[in-house]
């Protein structure tokens, strides 16, 4: 899939911009602070329905102005279509696609699919199981709608189950009413550990052959879903979360809130069987997450038939060339989004490229 046309009014510093994109690979260079990462989070936003950077949409609008709209027009291998998105001081934002006003987040999934790739990617590895189950959940809700109602669902019952926890005067008392959390909580928990960790399994497999690619067959790198409640089938793993809820209540009394499920669990990645997170070095770090983001769009074209649009934001800069050549060169197929504050070579980016440059919030094409 690709995106053809970017427009804004508003967003962030680009005021009204209209930009027609290549199919291949579209470059955005400029300074420091001119708007190349807010035109290309603008795609992201169409995609996810929120920002890569922030959770608050406030933050999105032209300082001074009230609304913010941004719409991307997009080919993919069912037709052409559109996305907009309107954000209004003070209101929901309100999404279109196909000028058809969506009622709920999940209508949103899986029309423009992107991957995003930025130099604080790096904390998908680096940081707390958090991390890595926030990319694991954004790929699943772009591949799989019913993946993102089954989290809704989780999240809203778990959220429910922990104000209990802190409302009730006793564990009697939260015991009384805690079955109808833990029904939802099980059901819709399991079907999200089987969603991940079949995932995990198609993952594993591109991410060590992309990485032992990146690393000329030195590092192997072995990814697993580590899951606290575990079964074969779902009876099986939706009666072990029923128990452990069960089993855990007083625990989750005294702590006030749920400590067993599958909020709780993490990927863990190993470079030639020692844990990247707490050992590797910053190149191997980097290493792993390019590694994942070409696994992701391996992944993706697996699902779904076609690759996703990649934006590369920043990233380029901290790659060594022969890699960036592998990032850019990855398939002719793929539409790359990239934005870079120093100029990038046209012995790089090849033939089938368009060049823009922006500055003060305007975008021109070279
Ligand atoms: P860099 O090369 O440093 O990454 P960039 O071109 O990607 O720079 P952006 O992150 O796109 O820069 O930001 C451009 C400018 O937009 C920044 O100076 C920022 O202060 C400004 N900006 C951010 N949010 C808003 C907003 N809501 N209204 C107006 N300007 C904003
Ligand atoms: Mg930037």
């Known amino acids: 899939m690709r995106v053809t046309e ?18 291949r690979l579209n470059i955005f260079c400029g300074d420091n602070a001119q708007g190349k990462t807010n035109l290309v989070e603008s795609v992201y936003l169409c995609c996810i329905g929120k920002s890569p950077r922030t959770d608050r949409d406030k933050e999105l609008v032209c300082w001074g102005k009230d609304r913010a709209y941004v ?25 279109t696609v196909n000028s058809v006003p969506i009622s709920r987040m999940g ?3 899986g029309y423009l699919n992107c991957i995003y790739f930025s130099p604080d990617e790096i904390r998908i590895i680096s940081e707390s199981p958090a991390e890595r189950r ?31 926890l802190k409302q009730a005067k006793s564990v009697d008392e939260a015991r009384e009413t805690v079955f109808v959390w833990d029904e939802q909580l099980a059901d819709e928990g399991a079907k999200i550990i089987l969603k991940r960790r079949a995932f995990c399994d198609k993952l594993k497999i591109f ?70 997170r707490t050992f590797g070095s910053q190149g191997q770090l980097r290493t792993t997450a390019l590694a994942l983001k070409l696994a992701e769009l391996k992944i993706f074209k697996n ?33 790359i989004l990239l934005t870079s504050a120093t100029d990038v070579p046209h012995s790089l980016a090849g033939d089938n490229c368009k060049y823009f440059l922006i500055k003060q919030g305007v975008c021109m094409e070279k």
Not at 6 to 21: A, F, G, H, P, Y
Not at 147 to 160: D, G, I, P, T, V
Not at 210 to 227: C, I
Request: proline share 2%.
């Open 303 to 335: 699902l779904i038939g076609e690759y996703p649009v990649l934006i590369l934001d920043d990233v380029l800069s901290e790659l060594d060339s022969e890699r960036q050549k592998r990032l850019l060169d990855f398939d002719p197929e793929l539409q």
């Open 207 to 276: 991410a060590k052959e992309t990485h032992s690619a990146l690393t000329d067959g030195k590092e192997q790198l072995e990814l697993a879903y580590v899951a606290r409640i575990n079964g074969e089938n779902y009876p099986e793993l939706s009666k072990n979360y029923r128990n452990s809820l069960a089993n855990d209540l007083e625990k989750d009394f005294v702590l006030r809130h749920t400590s067993s499920g599958c909020q709780r669990d993490d990927v863990v990645l190993k470079i030639n069987g020692i844990d990247v």
């Open 134 to 164: 926030r990319f694991l959940d954004i790929d699943l809700c772009q591949t799989d709608k019913n993946y993102f109602y089954s989290l809704s669902r989780f999240n809203k019952a778990l959220s429910q189950r922990n104000n209990l």
């Open 71 to 95: 719409r991307v027009r997009y080919t993919c291998r069912f037709g052409d279509g559109e996305i907009a998105v309107t954000l209004t001081n003070g209101e929901k934002k309100q999404i």
């Open 6 to 23: 970017i427009s804004t009014s508003n967003w962030r510093n680009l005021e009204r911009q209209k930009v027609s994109l290549g199919n």
């Open 107 to 109: 209508e949103l999934m």
